[in-house]
């Protein structure tokens, strides 16, 4: 959720329960500023609280030209001071999801997971050990990466795609109509693509290539994995079902729209059973 | 140079522009014919067009200009479109308002002057309770919360409650719950006959079904639920799907109940009558899976500073069992200091009796036969090698009552609870936070007054 409009949009994502306290909203404010202008960003974003048991992460985006790429994530545990996050390699984002603990408050703590494999070698079985150790610090990382990747959401032409292929804000995005925000099709991942590839021409054939060039929710599985709700009437809340904690918003009519992510940095592997 | 040429060369300009200006003519007239599938024509679109870029000036408007371009266009035939009257919708979030306006109201016969005259009001303070739960990060933002506080005094105007308590908000994939714990004065709860009777029924259908599925177990009783107000049904709870909307009171709780759902994990949706599929199956619908929860919520969380309930002083008591359930506020507790509260947790309890693994807080001993059956037993028991029938079962003994927190259990080396300071930089005025790991959403805070 963009930094800017901090204020007020707390306020609309706080039907989950978890908001920011005045004192943590006013360092926000400030030491974002800071930030942007420190590291010269274009934009700052707040991404969101980890829960750890001893103390909670607090997790920023910074956004240089390209809106997806070449983002900088950073750290703090006040809100005042921020460390930037390592970038994550695809192995270390495989290792993390075995880790099954609670995050602990500490990004030294080093995490040591050992899993053993029974392989089928021939008439032989050989019992394989694969130990994972990793800082908190890198799954901290990893699972803001993965979150970012598999649950982050734009509603339908708030980001365009230029012919150069960088991905800008759409200045003339009003917001979705009402009938438009009440259907899981009009918002998209904001994430590299994965399914759009594999669409057939047929497919293809209405959708607008510099507004629709992520991949629709509705094509996500489970289906059933996002809960759309009008909370209070008029504000359409996004709640993702898979890493619980993650919402987004959105005033319909209105360029208003961000997601936040507040919860323990698990995903929910027990979704299918759940539904 | 020769006049004649002179003229030549001018009429020749004249010409030249004669033609550009007839170029210019029938280019006009070409921008001015009206397409034939939308009516507009290019000319008067590209003054529009222009027109709205001179009077907005935006930046960089080459970049937006084909936006600009559609937006003009769909301005224009939005203008043409209104030979049909619109049925205006009313959308659901006037009729939410409509609703919640409700709330806002008076009601008619109420004179604000009586009102100071109760002392004891069953209504919590809900509006300072926000203001200290969002110094710990928790809340459903001001409005809502205000919202909420209307629609407890909605509840508690119409319900003979004796203490009543916003318990929190439980999200569904469809809607959400708003849920209210309260606790009627005693005699006055008013749970209709009818209902009590159809739910001896429904009980009686599912033990004909149960027998028929447990031919082979027959030593299954049904442990019989336990009575209103005592146990875990001490409280009654009401859901409500906004503030704003009619509460809804949820049925009472049965054992069976509790250790189902101690099996199973299934979202809410958000209807009460939904049905509940799961593996092993649950008796009842999502109304009774959704006060299970909250019950076993309110045992294993709800915590108060120590020495701040004491147990009350009774006479006469023989029975160990029925003993230890009362408590009532000390008057004399003094406070400890916030300090000491986030560090250790032994200063938070348990005020809330613990649920046994029957599902009830109060243990029943099943094994009680009537008289009846006890000279059959007796003649099996001689000719049976193995005793099927087990021996008298332990009784179940759980926590009892302000039991610090600090001795609950770990699950999978997390520590049950976390406890901290609100606020670093200004520790005079903070308040202590505990939060629990197993039951992520309940919070407990604490501030030495």
Redesign the interface.
């Known amino acids: 959720m963009d930094s800017d409009s901090l204020r007020y949009s707390l306020?609309?994502v706080?039907?989950?329960?978890?908001?920011?306290?005045?004192?943590?909203r006013a360092a926000l404010q400030t030491s974002l500023l800071i930030l942007k202008r420190n590291y010269k960003f274009s934009r700052v974003l707040f991404w969101g609280?980890i829960?750890g048991?001893?103390?909670d992460y607090f997790i920023a985006h910074g956004i240089t030209e390209d809106e997806m790429r070449n983002r900088k994530t950073l750290y703090s545990f006040?809100c005042v001071d921020w460390h930037l996050l390592p970038p994550v390699t695809e192995a270390q984002l495989a290792e993390v999801s075995l880790l099954?603990?609670?995050f602990k408050g500490d990004p030294s703590y080093e995490y040591e997971h050992t899993e053993t494999r029974g392989l089928d070698e021939g008439d032989e079985a050989v019992v394989e050990e694969i130990t994972v150790k990793m800082t908190e610090e890198t799954r901290l990382a990893a699972t803001v990466f993965n979150i970012d990747r598999e649950v982050s959401v734009v509603p339908r032409g708030a980001f365009i795609k230029t012919p150069s292929g960088r991905v800008q804000v759409?200045?003339?995005f009003e917001g979705l109509s009402?009938s438009e925000a009440r259907k899981l099709s009009s918002y998209l991942h904001f994430s590299e693509p994965q399914h759009l590839k594999k669409k057939t021409i047929l497919e293809t054939a209405d959708l607008n290539p510099s507004i629709d060039f992520l991949d629709n929710l509705s094509e996500d599985t489970p289906k059933?994995s996002w809960?759309l709700?009008?909370e209070?009437?008029?504000i359409s809340v996004l709640?993702s079902?898979l890493w619980l904690g993650l919402t987004f918003f959105h005033v319909p009519m209105t360029p208003q729209h961000g997601y936040i992510y507040m919860?323990?940095g698990m995903k929910n592997h027990?979704l299918p059973?759940?539904? | 140079m020769d006049p004649q040429v002179q003229e030549l060369q001018e009429e020749a300009r004249g010409a030249g522009e004669v033609t550009m200006e007839l170029a210019a003519k029938s280019f006009k007239a070409f921008m001015l014919k009206r397409s034939s599938k939308s009516n507009l024509n290019l000319y008067d679109h590209l003054a529009r067009l222009l027109t709205k870029v001179m009077d907005e000036r935006p930046r960089d408007a080459v970049d937006i200009f084909e936006d600009m371009s559609q937006e003009v266009k769909r301005a224009e035939l939005q203008d043409t479109q209104s030979t049909v009257r619109d049925a205006t919708p009313i959308s659901t979030a006037a009729a939410l308002a409509e609703q919640q306006r409700a709330l806002f109201s008076q009601r008619v016969g109420e004179d604000p002057a009586q009102e100071e005259d109760l002392v004891e009001t069953p209504l919590p303070n809900v509006p300072e309770l926000t203001f200290y739960l969002e110094q710990a990060g928790v809340g459903l933002g001001k409005e809502e919360m205000h919202r909420i506080f209307l629609a407890l005094k909605q509840l508690v105007d119409t319900q003979p409650l004796q203490r009543c308590r916003f318990w929190g908000k439980i999200l569904g994939t469809e809607s959400n719950y708003f849920v209210a714990e309260g606790e009627f004065r005693e005699g006055e709860d008013e749970e209709d006959e009818a209902a009590e009777e159809e739910e001896r029924k429904a009980e009686h259908d599912m033990d004909a079904a149960n027998r028929l599925h447990k031919l082979a177990d027959k030593s299954l009783p049904v442990v019989p639920k336990e009575d209103k107000g005592t146990g875990a049904n001490k409280c009654s709870y009401f859901v409500c799907r906004e503030p704003g909307m009619p509460w809804v009171r949820l049925p009472s709780v049965t054992p069976a109940q509790i250790i189902a759902a101690r099996q199973i994990c299934k979202f809410f949706t958000g209807r009460l009558d939904a049905p509940i599929a799961s593996s092993p199956p649950f008796p009842g619908n999502e109304a009774n899976y959704l006060r299970a929860q909250i019950a076993r919520i309110s045992a294993s969380t709800q915590v108060s500073p120590l020495g701040f309930y004491q147990f009350a002083e009774e006479e006469g008591e023989e029975d160990e069992e029925a003993a230890r359930g009362t408590l009532e506020e000390n008057p004399d507790f003094e406070g400890i200091p916030v300090s000491e509260m986030a560090e250790s947790l032994s200063t938070w309890v348990h005020h809330v009796p613990h649920i046994l693994e029957q599902g009830r807080c109060i243990w029943v001993n099943l094994a009680e036969k009537p008289e009846e059956d006890l000279e059959d037993e007796e003649e099996g028991e001689e000719e049976k090698e193995k005793e099927e029938e087990p021996d008298e079962p332990e009784p179940e003994v759980g926590p009892p009552l302000l039991t610090p927190v600090s001795e609950d259990a770990e699950i999978n080396k997390t520590p049950p609870w976390t406890s901290k300071m609100s606020s670093t930089l200004v520790s005079q005025f903070a308040i202590a936070v505990l939060r629990s790991n197993l039951w992520p959403g309940a919070y407990s805070f604490a501030f030495k007054k």
Do not use: I, P, V
């Open positions: 306020d609309l706080s039907g989950c329960g978890l908001t920011l306290s005045c004192e943590q609280k829960l048991l001893r103390s006040n099954k603990e609670h759409n200045r003339c009402e059933g809960s709700q009008f209070r009437g008029s709640r079902l919860g323990d027990y059973f759940m539904l």
